[in-house]
């Protein structure tokens, strides 16, 4: 019965039932095992031995399969000494119990952005130490914004919308203010971060979207499509958006710091000098942005979880740190190595650390990622015009609460913390 089944049990069952990916990669004796995504696992095998650490076997996977493959590791009992994940995923793995708590000597709070650090703790415990960072900001073309007469976008949610319309009108409406593909739920989390909405409550068992700082959010957002600033769009229909970024159909689009590489790789040589980044604006000045990254794991039933928090604090060292960046380009986790001139002094990558000192973690449950899809749903449809901003958000309560029902449930029993 569900009834005398234990927390860990419960959540362990839920995944054994939908778990269909095969495992793969043995674990290999003697050494260390290290599962990493994408392109830091292309990167990991050069940047490994000037780290001392001996033998790691890196095993890499991709990030469309990554998450899978943790859950089927644990049930399995084949997970790593090692792993790189995302953080959205750690509310899960920690409800699992399947990972081992930072040592007190690896907290490194002081070097830390906040926000980020912050998402790395569930129930009081950090569980995870931030490996490199990301957050959105605002990429936008640098020669529309100054024949609008403005230096850079305001930081103003009234003044950067007067900027965006006058940079329409000057283009005779040819110009779009800025690019929210309606399938990117990022675009309306963002502002409504900036308004400073939670999201959930009661520990993450009711949703808050009809709370003033959400309908805030949300209306700012409608607004933008209602008055021609944003195209009505989803990702799929727009073929090249460097393409249309450089023909200046857009004037911002607001993305992360994998971006930066696509446009300067993408964009013709005659706009590489026609584009730049900054923080994105709020209701009143400064607004906020998601805490994103990846973060290095040591798995509670490893065999080496000394060895491991040592490959870990290695990673960790600010050369390790600075080598990932020049290989990778991912964004640093730890503050001091931002003063570095290759990265205080790029117009285009320092916007990306004062975005970060006004980041903000997101809710931390297992059900995010199908909560923020649902409220995407909605927000498509609001656009569009099925709702209006107070229908979406009961919408979005109606689904978000059935969601979350089975966390009611679990903390009703007593079973989550």
Not at 286 to 302: I, N
Request: glycine share 10%.
């Amino acid at each position: 019965m569900a009834g005398s089944l234990s927390r860990r049990e419960v959540l362990a069952a839920g995944i054994a039932g939908s778990a269909a990916l095969a495992l793969g990669g043995c674990r290999r004796e003697g050494g260390l095992t290290f599962w990493a995504i994408g392109n830091e696992a292309a990167a990991l095998p050069a940047l490994l031995p000037d780290l001392g650490l001996g033998a790691v076997e890196v095993q890499p996977l991709p990030w469309s399969g990554a998450h899978q493959k943790l859950l089927t590791g644990f049930v399995g009992r084949s997970l790593p000494d090692l792993a790189q994940v995302g953080n959205s995923w750690l509310a899960e793995l920690a409800a699992l119990d399947a990972i081992d708590p930072v040592p007190a000597d690896l907290d490194l709070a002081d070097d830390q952005f906040g926000a980020v650090l912050e998402s790395n703790r569930i129930g009081g415990r950090l569980v995870a130490v931030p490996w490199y960072v990301d957050t959105r900001v605002q990429f936008y073309r640098t020669d529309l914004f100054a024949h609008a007469g403005y230096s850079a976008p305001p930081l103003d949610w009234d003044e950067w919308k007067a900027a965006l319309r006058r940079i329409r009108a000057q283009s005779a409406g040819e110009t779009y203010g800025v690019l929210l593909p309606l399938d990117e739920f990022e675009h309306l989390q963002t502002l409504a971060l900036s308004a400073g909405a939670t999201f959930l409550r009661e520990s993450g068992t009711r949703s808050a979207f009809s709370a003033p700082e959400f309908i805030e959010g949300l209306a700012f957002y409608k607004s933008l499509f209602d008055e021609g600033l944003a195209p009505i769009v989803t990702g799929a229909q727009i073929a090249n958006r460097w393409a249309e970024f450089a023909r200046g159909w857009f004037a911002v689009y607001p993305a992360g710091p994998w971006m930066i590489e696509e446009m300067r790789s993408r964009l013709p040589v005659a706009v590489q000098d026609l584009w730049s980044t900054a923080p994105h604006p709020g209701p009143g000045g400064s607004g906020a942005a998601a805490a994103g990254g990846s973060s290095l794991v040591v798995f509670r039933e490893g065999p080496r979880k000394r060895e491991a928090w040592k490959a870990v604090s290695r990673l960790l060292d600010p050369e390790a740190q600075l080598a990932l960046h020049r290989t990778t380009g991912d964004l640093p986790a730890r503050r001091s190595v931002w003063r570095e001139v290759e990265l205080a002094g790029d117009r285009v990558i320092a916007p990306f650390a004062r975005q970060l000192e006004h980041a903000r973690p997101l809710p931390k449950v297992p059900e995010w990622e199908r909560v923020v899809t649902a409220m995407q749903v909605v927000a498509d449809r609001m656009v569009r015009g099925e709702y209006t901003v107070r229908g979406a958000a009961a919408e979005m309560d109606r689904r978000v609460d059935e969601i979350l029902a089975k966390r009611r449930w679990m903390m009703g029993q007593g079973r989550l913390p």
